[in-house]
């Protein structure tokens, strides 16, 4: 059986931004697989109305594939999806659809990589895993949920064969997904209920949509993109210090979050029940300019209180207020800080989700402590707060190259990780996120792993710093080598 160089599983932004950088190596040696019959991960996805991306679509974008052609500041989801697709023809060779992972295992004795696919079975020398970390929708146990007799589905499994012509429909989670999509519904139906368990940071959005004249400037002068990048880029790196709980930074943020919520609600006991009562950036600061005029208007009822049983089409909410609706939308979120690829992948000494029982560790954020030649994009550590995450996605995709190369100089061609090197990380990731909001600003968030009460998803820094983390390493995080190639 041939023996692949590389095989990166799926084709979102990361998968396709590493299989990227391979080619621009000059590592034609690849193969990338995906479960779905399209690319484009979340963008794929996520189909529910008024689906958009919350960084400016400029930076939402691969450095060497820019896009001058954006039709608003921040583009909505079948644009993104779209993009992907342009990009993704440059490796359409090395691509295979309807091609999940089923599992895969490190082999010691030839030291490469087993992957099930069900329909095949690859050998590959390096394994990257890229199958992100808001794939697989997060459905609360709530009494009752199965007995709603009406459509019911995830806002990330959008059904839309559901006319919501006159219905009352039901939404439960205040997170950007419903922020997005609350608007929305409150066009289309006849009217909206949202269950609301905590209430969010919401900051304005602006932007708006780009002129044709604008985007043929951008097109025709390669320059103004690249110095509206770099704007774009700066900006966002501002954000880190309101969102990581510098005093000055994160008052004036809160200030301004505040006076959006006034300016939009005039109800004192509405406004009460959207002012969150944790720090300014514990959980993710949302943008919005449509999400409060529709939550005031008599369109929406706001619950303020968490979806707390069903019993048919009577909702029961934890504060014992009780709400009808003919279709009951879940936009709870995902499995983020356990990620389902975990349980499928076997390395020395068993499998991912073992290795993560108390949380997700790495080195580096990118390769794991007893599995050899394996690299995970967009994973521990990897997301961001404050500025595009595919920032960091090419940051690693960089450090994968740099570190194939190290792999190659090798006699047996195997880079194992010193557990002494994650174990380091893991503290060091520990200390710089110890006296931020996601850790002391009093509320429950998605980045930090219930389990363990680490962080474990968000890297506690700037890009640049992040940046400066990855290009300092000098491969003494893997095991010395014993026997160097002679040339």
Same mark, same amino acid.
Request: glycine share 10%; proline share 6%; charged share 20%.
């Given at each position: 059986?041939?023996?692949?160089?590389?095989?990166?599983?799926?084709?979102?932004?990361?998968?396709?931004?590493?299989?990227?950088?391979?080619?621009?190596?000059?590592?034609?040696?690849?193969?990338?697989?995906?479960?779905?019959?399209?690319?484009?991960?979340? +963008?794929?996805?996520?189909?529910?109305?008024?689906?958009?991306? %919350?960084?400016?679509?400029?930076?939402?974008?691969?450095?060497?594939?820019?896009?001058?052609?954006?039709? =608003?500041?921040?583009?909505?989801?079948?644009?993104?999806?779209?993009?992907? *697709?342009?990009?993704?023809?440059?490796?359409?060779?090395?691509?295979?659809?309807?091609?999940?992972?089923?599992?895969?295992? +490190?082999?010691?004795?030839?030291?490469? +990589?087993?992957?099930?696919?069900?329909?095949?079975?690859?050998?590959?020398?390096?394994?990257?895993? @890229?199958? /992100?970390?808001?794939?697989?929708?997060?459905?609360?146990?709530?009494?009752?949920?199965?007995?709603?007799? /009406?459509?019911?589905?995830?806002?990330?499994?959008? %059904? !839309?064969?559901?006319?919501?012509?006159?219905?009352?429909? @039901?939404?439960?989670?205040?997170?950007?997904?419903?922020?997005?999509?609350?608007?929305?519904? @409150?066009?289309?139906?006849? !009217?909206?209920?949202?269950?609301?368990?905590?209430?969010?940071?919401?900051?304005? *959005?602006?932007?708006?949509?780009?002129?044709?004249?604008?985007?043929?400037?951008?097109?025709?002068?390669?320059?103004?993109?690249?110095?509206?990048?770099?704007?774009?880029?700066?900006?966002?790196?501002?954000?880190?210090?309101?969102?990581?709980?510098?005093?000055?930074?994160?008052?004036?943020?809160?200030?301004?979050?505040?006076?959006?919520? !006034?300016?939009?609600?005039?109800?004192?006991?509405?406004?009460?029940?959207?002012?969150?009562?944790?720090?300014?950036?514990?959980?993710?600061?949302?943008?919005?300019?449509?999400?409060?005029?529709?939550?005031?208007?008599? *369109?929406?009822?706001?619950?303020? &209180?968490?979806?707390?049983?069903?019993?048919?089409? &009577?909702? $029961?909410?934890?504060?014992?207020?009780?709400? =009808?609706?003919?279709?009951?939308?879940?936009?709870?979120?995902?499995?983020?800080?356990?990620?389902?690829?975990? %349980?499928?992948?076997?390395?020395?000494?068993?499998?991912?989700?073992?290795?993560?029982?108390?949380?997700?560790?790495?080195?580096?954020?990118?390769?794991?402590?007893?599995?050899?030649?394996?690299?995970?994009?967009?994973?521990?550590?990897?997301?961001?707060?404050?500025?595009?995450?595919?920032?960091?996605?090419?940051?690693? @995709?960089?450090?994968?190259?740099?570190?194939?190369?190290?792999? %190659?100089?090798?006699?047996?061609?195997?880079?194992?990780?010193?557990?002494?090197?994650?174990?380091?990380?893991?503290?060091?990731?520990?200390?710089?996120?110890?006296?931020?909001?996601?850790?002391?600003?009093?509320?429950?968030?998605?980045?930090?792993?219930?389990?363990?009460?680490?962080?474990?998803?968000?890297?506690? /820094?700037?890009?640049?710093?992040? !940046?400066?983390?990855? $290009?300092?390493?000098?491969?003494?995080?893997?095991?010395?080598?014993?026997?160097?190639?002679?040339?």
């Amino acid at each position: 059986m041939n023996v692949v160089d590389v095989v990166v599983v799926g084709a979102g932004f990361a998968g396709l931004g590493m299989a990227g950088a391979l080619r621009r190596a000059g590592r034609d040696d690849v193969v990338i697989i995906e479960r779905a019959g399209d690319v484009g991960g979340t +963008w794929r996805d996520n189909t529910y109305p008024g689906v958009a991306c %919350d960084v400016p679509a400029h930076l939402y974008s691969y450095a060497a594939h820019p896009h001058a052609g954006w039709s =608003q500041t921040f583009a909505e989801g079948h644009e993104i999806q779209q993009y992907l *697709r342009d990009v993704a023809a440059g490796v359409s060779d090395r691509l295979r659809l309807h091609t999940p992972l089923m599992g895969a295992e +490190w082999d010691a004795e030839t030291s490469v +990589w087993t992957i099930d696919t069900g329909a095949e079975t690859l050998r590959a020398r390096s394994l990257v895993l @890229a199958c /992100g970390r808001l794939t697989e929708p997060h459905v609360p146990v709530i009494p009752g949920l199965e007995s709603f007799p /009406g459509p019911l589905f995830h806002s990330a499994r959008w %059904d !839309h064969d559901v006319d919501l012509t006159g219905k009352r429909v @039901a939404v439960v989670g205040t997170g950007a997904s419903a922020v997005q999509l609350v608007p929305e519904l @409150a066009q289309r139906a006849a !009217h909206v209920t949202l269950f609301q368990r905590t209430p969010a940071w919401i900051v304005p *959005r602006g932007g708006g949509e780009i002129p044709e004249a604008e985007r043929e400037r951008l097109a025709q002068n390669p320059g103004a993109l690249a110095r509206l990048r770099a704007q774009l880029y700066a900006e966002g790196e501002a954000r880190f210090a309101s969102r990581s709980g510098d005093p000055a930074a994160s008052a004036a943020a809160r200030d301004a979050a505040l006076a959006h919520l !006034h300016a939009h609600v005039a109800d004192p006991a509405l406004r009460a029940a959207l002012t969150p009562d944790y720090a300014f950036g514990c959980k993710r600061v949302l943008l919005s300019d449509a999400f409060y005029p529709a939550v005031a208007s008599d *369109r929406v009822t706001l619950e303020p &209180t968490a979806l707390d049983r069903v019993d048919g089409a &009577t909702l $029961t909410a934890a504060s014992g207020r009780q709400h =009808q609706a003919d279709v009951l939308v879940l936009a709870t979120g995902f499995a983020s800080t356990q990620q389902p690829y975990a %349980d499928l992948v076997r390395g020395e000494d068993g499998t991912l989700a073992e290795h993560w029982s108390t949380g997700m560790t790495s080195f580096g954020s990118t390769v794991v402590a007893g599995f050899p030649n394996l690299f995970v994009l967009n994973g521990p550590n990897a997301s961001l707060g404050h500025n595009s995450a595919v920032l960091m996605m090419e940051e690693q @995709a960089a450090y994968v190259v740099r570190a194939l190369a190290e792999r %190659d100089r090798r006699a047996d061609r195997v880079l194992r990780v010193r557990p002494e090197a994650e174990a380091a990380y893991t503290e060091e990731i520990a200390a710089a996120a110890a006296s931020t909001p996601w850790m002391t600003g009093g509320c429950r968030n998605w980045y930090v792993d219930e389990r363990s009460g680490r962080l474990t998803l968000l890297w506690p /820094g700037t890009v640049q710093a992040f !940046h400066e983390r990855l $290009t300092g390493t000098d491969g003494s995080e893997f095991e010395p080598v014993h026997s160097p190639v002679r040339g």
